[in-house]
C-alpha cells in the first residue's frame, strides 16, 4: 500500500512547468510569466500634464495671488496625444489636456479650476512649484528596467502595467489542455433519462468545473462505458490535445479493470492501493508519446478528495505555480468519528471562525457516508492522520479550505 | 460634489439581478442559483454496493470466520449500471460491482478481500450486519428535496451534486455582458509602435481581465477616438450585446468632453465630480433601450479604484450575489504621506501580516503619484478617510484585500 505522499510525489514527478509559449496579452491573463517582461522604453516618454489647465514657466507666475492674478499669453492648445513639439518662450502658457506631453521649457501645469479659463490669454491665480502637476518621463518604468518578473501571476493590475508599457505578447506557461474521460457501464448524461440502476455522470462535469477554477482547459469527453475498445479508441484520439489526461471509474479490482487493462498496452501506468480514505485505487504514469494520466476512483466523492490532493496541485505545478497548496487552518472538531485504520481520511466539514477566535469544523452528512449532498454543503476537508481511529469532538484536525 | 458613498448608491441603483435564464450545466459554472433547485427522484434510487464484493444476506453469515468460512453458491453477477433485478434465494449470493443495485431480499456486501474470490461458490470469512456496505436508497437525496437553494453559487462540489441528481440545466442568473470602450486620441495598441505623446490603451485590456475575474462577460471594445460620430457609432453599435457599458478616458473637464457630448443625447447619464482620489469625474447612467453605463476616468490606476469602488460591487449585484464587497482589514501603515482634503483617497499598498498578529501596510510607489507599476506590485488599497490629510505611521487604515 503506498502513502498518500508517496502517491503525490509520483503525480508532481509524472507532470512539470508547461514549455514557455509567447501568447497576446489577453490569453496571457490567469498564467504565470515564464520570462523576466522588460521595459521596452520609459514610462511615460515624455513629461506630461497630470490635469488638464496651462502649462507654463513656474518662474512666471511666482507672484501670483487671488486677488494679485498673473496674465499670461496662450500660444497654443495641445490635447492628448499630440505629437508636434512645442516650445514655450516665456510668459506665455499653453493650454493642456490631461496626458498631453508638456511643451519643451513648461516646467509645471496650472490646473483650469485655479485660472479664469481664458483662451486668448489666461489670468492664474495661484503660484506653482517647479514639477507640479506634471507627471515626470520614467517616473512609472524606465527602459530595460524589469516591469514583472518571471513567476508572477498575470492578473488585472498586471495586465494594466503589460499594457502601459505596450507590451503585446509576452511568454507564459500556458494553461494546461485537461482531457477528462468518465468510465462506466452505469454512467448517463444528466438532462436524460436515468433507468434504475443507473447513474448520473457527476464526475466528467464537476472535474471539468474543478479544472477550470485552477486555471487550466478541459475537453470533458462524455461518460464511455467499461468496454476496452472504446476507452482506448477514446484516448487515441483525444492524446493530441492534452497536457494531462484524468480517467475516473472503470478501476473495480473485482471484476471490471477496464482502464487498467486498456492503459498496460498504450503506456506505462502504475496503479495502488492508496492508504487512504475515500480512495484507494489510484493509477499514475504516462500514455502515447509521455502525456501524464490520472486514473481516479469512481465515486464522486472520492474523486474531489483525489482532485484536491492529487490534481490540483500537479495542474498548479504545469501552470508554473510555486505554491501548489490550498490554505489549511487547524479547526476543532465539533462532533467525534471513527476514522479507519492506516488510512488518511480525507472528511467533510464546514469551517467557520476566524484566526483570532479559532476555528470550527462541524462534519456535514456522517464521515463514513460519501455523500454527495454533503460534499456540496462543506467548505473545507478534514484530513484525519493515518494513525488515529478515534477523532473526538474538541480534536484540533488540520482543514484544507477549499475555497481558498 | 458627490460623496463615494452617494455615486456608489447610483451606480447601484442603475442596476440589478439579471431576470433568470435556464441554461445547460456547463454555462451554470459560476453562476448564482436563481431556483431552488428540487431532487427529481431519490439519490441513489436503489440500494447499491458500496463496494465490489458478494451481495448476501447477513442471516446467511452470522457463524462466518477466518477459520470457519461459510460458503454460499453464486447465482448471479451484477455489474454497476445492471438493471434487470435478480432476487437473492436464502443461502446464495450474488457477485457485484461497487455501485451496482442490491438484488432483491440481499441486505449485505461482503467486501471482495474478506472472499475467497470464488466463481460458482464463494467462501465468506467474516460475518456481516444488516445494511454493512451498502448504500441505502435516499441516502444522499429524498425526490421533492431541496438539493440546492436559489443564492447558492455553482461551483465544482455544487457541479457534482447538481449532475448526480440529474440535472441537466438549471436557472441561474447570467453572467453580465460588459462593453468596454476605451476612449482617446493618444490611445495605441499594446504591441505597436507609439509615437512620442501617445500612450498605450492599458484600461482597456485591464479592466476587461477584471471583469472577467468577477465572473462577468467582457467584450472589450479597441480603442476609439476622441471623435464625437466614431464614439456614437461605436456605443450603438455594441448596446445590443450589452448589460452594462463601462467607458474610460473623454471626460476631461476642460476641452474634450466627448463621452459627456455623445451620451447626453443618447440616454440619461449623469456627471459629477466624486469626493475621491484619484477619480474625480464620474459619470452614471443608462443608454439606448435602459443599458447601464458607467462613465470611468482616463488613468488606469484611477479606473482600476473605480472599478473596486463601484463596478465590482455592481457587477456582483447583477449576477445576483448577496455580499458585493471584496473582504477588508485594519492595517497599520508604515510610513505616512498627505492625503487631500474632503477626498476620499485609495492609496496602493502592499498588505502583510494575519489577523493574528495584525496586519502591516506598506505603501507602493509614492501615495501622490498615480504608478501603474505600483498598481501592479500592491495588493490592497488603503482606504483613508475624507476629513484625514495626514496619515502617519502607524496609523490603521482599512485596507480592500485586491486578492480576495
Redesign the interface.
Known amino acids: 500500500m503506498r502513502t498518500v505522499q508517496e502517491h503525490l510525489a509520483a503525480c508532481l514527478a509524472a507532470v512539470g512547468p508547461l514549455p514557455p509559449l509567447e501568447v497576446?496579452?489577453?490569453d496571457a491573463?490567469g498564467c504565470i510569466l515564464a520570462e523576466d517582461v522588460l521595459a521596452t522604453?520609459d514610462?511615460?516618454?515624455?513629461d506630461l500634464a497630470?490635469t488638464?489647465?496651462y502649462a507654463v514657466r513656474a518662474a512666471d507666475i511666482a507672484g501670483a495671488r487671488p486677488d494679485a492674478p498673473v496674465t499670461l499669453r496662450v500660444i497654443d492648445?495641445l490635447?492628448?496625444?499630440?505629437?508636434d513639439p512645442i516650445h514655450l518662450v516665456p510668459g506665455t502658457a499653453v493650454?493642456i489636456?490631461?496626458?498631453?506631453?508638456l511643451p519643451t521649457a513648461a516646467d509645471a501645469v496650472v490646473p483650469?479650476e485655479q485660472t479664469d479659463f481664458g483662451q486668448a490669454t489666461v489670468a492664474v491665480r495661484t503660484a506653482s512649484v517647479e514639477g507640479e502637476n506634471v507627471?515626470r518621463r520614467a517616473?512609472?518604468?524606465r527602459a530595460g528596467e524589469v516591469?514583472?518578473p518571471a513567476g508572477e501571476r498575470v492578473?488585472?493590475?498586471?495586465?494594466?502595467?503589460?499594457?502601459?508599457?505596450?507590451?503585446?505578447?509576452v511568454a507564459v506557461h500556458p494553461r494546461p489542455r485537461v482531457v477528462i474521460v468518465s468510465v462506466?457501464?452505469?454512467?448517463?448524461?444528466?438532462?436524460?433519462r436515468?433507468?434504475?440502476?443507473?447513474?448520473?455522470?457527476?464526475?466528467?462535469?464537476?472535474?471539468?468545473?474543478?479544472v477550470?477554477?485552477a486555471g487550466a482547459a478541459t475537453y470533458?469527453v462524455a461518460a464511455v462505458p467499461?468496454a476496452r475498445r472504446e476507452l482506448r479508441e477514446t484516448l487515441e484520439d483525444q492524446l493530441v490535445r492534452a497536457d494531462l489526461v484524468l480517467t475516473t471509474g472503470g478501476l473495480?479490482?473485482?471484476?471490471?479493470d477496464t482502464v487498467k487493462e486498456v492503459l498496460a498496452p498504450l503506456g506505462t501506468v502504475r496503479f495502488d492501493n492508496v492508504a487512504m480514505w475515500p480512495g484507494r485505487q489510484l493509477g499514475v504514469g504516462h500514455v502515447g508519446d509521455g502525456t501524464p494520466i490520472f486514473a481516479l476512483p469512481?465515486?464522486?466523492v472520492a474523486?474531489?478528495v483525489a482532485?484536491e490532493t492529487f490534481v490540483r496541485p500537479a495542474l498548479r505545478a504545469m501552470a508554473g505555480y510555486a505554491d501548489l497548496y490550498r490554505d489549511s487552518v487547524p479547526a476543532a472538531v465539533t462532533d467525534g468519528w471513527y476514522s479507519p485504520s492506516g488510512r488518511r481520511e480525507f472528511v467533510r466539514v464546514h469551517v467557520t471562525g476566524?484566526?483570532?477566535e479559532g476555528y470550527r469544523a462541524a462534519p456535514v452528512g456522517a464521515p463514513a457516508?460519501?455523500?454527495?449532498?454533503a460534499?456540496?454543503r462543506?467548505n473545507a476537508l478534514a484530513v484525519v492522520p493515518e494513525d488515529v481511529t478515534d477523532v473526538r469532538a474538541g480534536d484540533r484536525l488540520h482543514c484544507l479550505l477549499?475555497?481558498s
Open positions: 497576446v496579452l489577453p491573463v522604453s514610462l511615460p516618454v515624455a497630470a488638464d489647465g492648445e490635447r492628448a496625444g499630440a505629437v493650454r489636456a490631461s496626458g498631453a506631453p483650469i507627471r517616473e512609472d518604468l516591469v514583472l492578473g488585472a493590475r498586471q495586465v494594466a502595467l503589460l499594457a502601459a508599457a505596450g507590451r503585446g505578447r462506466g457501464d452505469e454512467l448517463v448524461e444528466p438532462g436524460r436515468a433507468e434504475p440502476g443507473q447513474v448520473y455522470d457527476a464526475n466528467g462535469h464537476a472535474l471539468a468545473t474543478a477550470q477554477d470533458r467499461d473495480s479490482y473485482g471484476g471490471n469512481g465515486d464522486p474523486v474531489q482532485y476566524s484566526p483570532a457516508s460519501l455523500l454527495v449532498s460534499l456540496a462543506s477549499l475555497d
